[in-house]
């Protein structure tokens, strides 16, 4: 049952991830809003992907930025070559991997020891990068990300490409979202910002929508992160009551279940 006295819990992440989401929030008892803050699109042409992924068997190592780039990725992709090594970042991933059937029962899974702090620098931390030198080492993201992990495993002598899977933008309001946006920042509420990026969005969209007051407003808002990095730059752009859950849907529903 939904309890009506606590307040909406809005989940921001691209709508095929958000939905499943908030359907795990409903029967935790929260009644949750779907308010996207990032469009995953496929890249406009994708002969490189395409051709790249045909030829797995070539690299040692396949690390996946997000579930989305695994999603994106494995379209392409019949059979995973089990002679080749993976390595993902945080639990979702490990999710998206297992939908496919890859999971560390059949195959070489690398991924962060501590689900509380779920990024590039604690994924090297479990690689033995020593062991990449010298071979070849794919990265699977979007069509922008950040360098930490390409930069680390090529001071370690690995050979890295980068591979663009698909396009992430920012949503472009209707009247109707615009309205809906504006009803959301002037309640209170708990939301889910599951990347720096989404973050930036939401301010920027509240500010051009409903102007600094708002941007006031929702600084003061209730924000769920799953990792440091994001409360580091939530607490940097102004963000008063920011909640770092850990990695993986199972956290956030904890975390909102604490406040409860």
């Known amino acids: 049952m939904i309890d009506s006295r606590l307040p909406p819990v809005i989940v921001t992440r691209p709508l095929a991830q958000a939905e499943p989401l908030a359907q795990r929030i409903a029967g935790a008892g929260r009644r949750a809003v ?13 002969t490189t992907l395409r051709k790249t992924l045909r030829a797995l068997g070539d690299y040692a190592m396949v690390a996946f930025v997000s579930p989305n780039a695994i999603h994106a990725a494995m379209r392409h992709i019949e059979e995973w070559p089990a002679q080749v090594a993976i390595a993902v970042v945080g639990e979702g991933s490990k999710a998206a ?31 033995d990068a020593e062991s990449m030198r010298g071979r070849r080492v794919l990265i699977v993201r979007g069509e922008t990300g950040r360098e930490l992990l390409a930069d680390a495993l090529r001071a ?9 899977a698909y396009r992430r933008i920012a949503p472009r309001l209707d009247d109707a979202a615009k309205a809906q946006l504006q009803s959301l920042a002037a309640q209170p509420a708990d939301w889910l910002i599951t990347s720096s990026e989404a973050l930036r969005i939401l301010l920027q969209l509240v500010r051009e929508v409903i102007g600094e ?23 940097a752009m102004g963000f008063l009551h920011v909640v770092e859950t850990g990695s993986g849907d199972d956290q956030l529903i904890a975390a909102l279940q604490f406040r409860a």
């Open 34 to 46: 779907v308010f996207p803050l990032l469009e995953i699109h496929p890249l406009g042409d994708e």
């Open 97 to 127: 991997l297992a939908a496919h059937g890859i999971t560390p029962a059949n195959f070489t899974i690398f991924s962060p020891r501590d689900a509380h702090r779920t990024d590039s620098q604690t994924l090297l931390e479990a690689l």
């Open 156 to 164: 370690h002598g690995a050979e890295v490409e980068q591979l663009a």
């Open 213 to 235: 007051e708002g941007v006031v407003k929702m600084q003061q808002q209730n924000i769920y992160v799953p990792h440091v990095r994001i409360a580091e730059t939530a607490n």
